[in-house]
């Protein structure tokens, strides 16, 4: 890797590169035009809200981007840009913080408009990720070995509030012993990490692709988890409306926020490939420990007997794992996992997918076993999907594919450090949805940037 495609981006670099996007101007087709002979005309163009809101991403505040732009030389490159791009003169004042909060307010933060600009920008990153090499249905990659370039990874992210009180709060006037209401978040609420530690705050779910290259990360949704315990849902509503525009899609990263229900889903409705760890049966310490019973155990279930070469065969599953079992005479489990041979998906008439994979038997025999769940297994009270991983955390292709939670978690620090004092840029969750829109097309931007910078596509991980 060049050393000098590790460096740092200036601002007025992502500034060319927002200004340079086009998905900035077509964001603004979502906006309600002004009508003639009502009110009065717009100073600036529609698409000029859009700028403003993904540059509080690159200055840290409104009125950071306020400040900025009344420098004659930064407003000088704003008015170039926009004239190459559109042809449209800007005026020669600079836009200011209440031109951008005015349209935010009257327009930006109403629901209809708010589908429409996350469809756009679906659609539009979509087209992106494409563009440079990745979602690429003619791409590398297979059911068998689905490469990363070719997955889709979330993450959950809770975004401290701009205020410290909760909702409810009150401070004792002491002039006049009034209690009066603090300012607070009123969306916020007390969610679960991983780690098992709280956080405050409005959370929401992050769903992107990215290459192997440095800044090769496109975003391509955000959505809002109304409250605690709702984020596999959130996800699940991403990645639902995301699948439509991403056809060269083979498999979704997530942590163990989706479970089985979910798993189910992302294979017979969506026909991808998940892939995430197992819930543990028993959770083990955090720190090391000799202990076998104070370390991690791993949850194994009975999945099915099959007969193969005349012989019965139990199935059992550990830790996502398919395996061959038996019980000895103390009635320990002995497990022996399964070399997977192939992955391979099934279109049904009725559009939805059947999904089967074919294991190595250690005497050389081979076995198919079914990867989603049917109305056999809810008979017997079995959850398939929650137990069973297409490709299971022993798998070699795991790693390759699994690694990509790293990255949903650098997008969560790399949107803290866009936030001033890493707290919230407004109030009210539809609004701060609005800002990690801004932040998606300032960090799309500057992937698109660097691509075309660098002229032929990103090269695919080997």
Known sequence: MPAESARGVGALTRVEAILRNPETYRLADAIPPHIPGEGRPRDYPDFMVIVYEA??????????????????????????????????????????????????????????????????????????????????????GSWTHPHPTRSLYGDGKVITPLYRAHPGDTKLDQATGELKPLKAEPDAGLHWEGTGETAWGTKF??????GADVRSRIILDAAFVPEPGGEAAAAMTCLKRTAPHTPG???????????????????????????????????????????????????????ETKTVAGKSVN????????????????????????????????????????????????????????????????ARKLNR??????????????????????????????????????????????????????????TNSLTLAEHQRAGPPLEHAA
């Open 55 to 140: 540059l509080i991403s690159v200055y840290g505040s409104a009125r950071q981007v306020e400040a900025e732009l009344s420098h004659r030389l930064v407003w000088r490159l704003v008015q170039r840009l926009v004239a190459k791009r559109t042809g449209v003169r800007l005026p020669r004042r600079p836009m200011r913080r209440h031109h951008y909060l005015y349209l935010r307010s009257r327009y930006l933060t109403v629901g209809f408009v708010q589908d429409q600009l996350g469809e756009i920008h679906r659609s539009a990153a979509a087209d992106q990720a494409r563009q440079i090499g990745l979602l690429d249905p003619e791409g590398p």
């Open 205 to 210: 779910v992050l769903l992107a692709a990215r």
């Open 249 to 303: 899609a083979q498999a979704v990263v997530y942590d163990t926020a989706l479970r089985g229900a979910h798993h189910q889903t992302v294979l017979r409705d969506l026909g991808l490939v998940p892939v995430n760890r197992v819930t543990a049966a028993k959770a083990g310490s955090k720190k090391q420990r000799r202990n076998p019973a104070e370390q991690r155990q791993e949850k194994t279930t009975l999945v």
């Open 385 to 442: 999907t929650e137990n069973v991983r297409p490709i299971p955390p022993t798998d070699p292709d795991f790693d390759g594919l699994f690694r990509q939670r790293n990255d949903a978690e650098s997008i969560n620090r790399a949107l803290d450090d866009t936030l001033h004092l890493r707290r919230a840029h407004s109030v009210g969750h539809r609004r701060q949805w609005l800002n990690l829109l801004g932040f998606a097309l300032m």
């Open 315 to 378: 199935l059992y599953a550990r830790g996502g794992t398919l395996g061959v079992g038996q019980l000895d005479d103390q009635g320990e489990l002995h497990f022996i996992p399964l070399a997977r041979i192939r992955t391979h998906r099934k279109h049904d008439r009725s559009g939805k997918f059947r999904w089967y994979n074919d294991y190595r038997l250690p005497d050389g025999g081979q076995v198919t076993v079914r990867l989603h769940g049917n109305d056999e297994d809810r």
